[in-house]
């Protein structure tokens, strides 16, 4: 090919690219007003095809953007040292007047407040999931085992409550024999067992109140 052809070749190739980028310009700016009634169909179909640009441009828009600034989700933080110290002073103390209050009214002979064993229930859950949390217990190895090897808690309020102070009574005894930060593994899993099985219990606890609450009239 000689060197006019090939500049022959180049300009009709540059008036492609041109022809194209301005179609698809006017194509984004909407199709011209036809100038008769016969070119309906060729608006309708110039219509359609700016549509699926404009919806090709946004997807790749929204793809680009979600690239660009999606991140991984980020590791719930833990609360510093001093303040989980300061946590675990305050449940650790908390949970023993809680259940301690709870035994009195079980003890006193009189009618349960139900509102007082369901509130005081619930509040042992909360921070005996704290102290699991901030006291860094490593998880069960085989938690499928334990769940099965767990006995069903009692149905009854009254004895569900002794239960519930014998694991708190347990768990108080252990941590103040071996100290809050434990090395021994062994230790470290019977403490975490412990407080699951306060927090379950204390669950049961509080939905069997809230029952008999309902069953017996008591304001909740």
Known sequence: MNHKSRLGTLSLAACAVVSVFAADAAGQQGPAMPRGVGNSAEVERR????????????????????????????PAERPSPRLALAQLRDDFVRIQVLNNDLMKA????DALDLKLVSKSAAEIKK??????????LPEPEDKG???????????????ALSALDRLIRGFVQ????NGVHRVDAQASAKTRQELEAIIDLSAHVKKTSE??????????
Do not use: C
């Open 47 to 74: 219509e359609s095809e700016r549509r699926e640009r404009a919806m090709r441009a946004a997807d790749l828009n929204e793809r680009e953007f979600l690239l660009r600034n999606i991140r991984p989700d980020a």
């Open 127 to 136: 921070r005996a999931a704290r102290l699991r949390d901030n006291m860094a």
């Open 145 to 159: 085992a334990r769940d099965g090897a767990e006995a069903a808690p009692p149905a009854e309020l009254v004895p």
């Open 174 to 177: 252990g941590v103040v024999a």
């Open 106 to 109: 079980a003890a006193s002979g």
């Open 211 to 220: 029952r008999l609450g309902k069953s017996t009239g008591q304001p909740r």
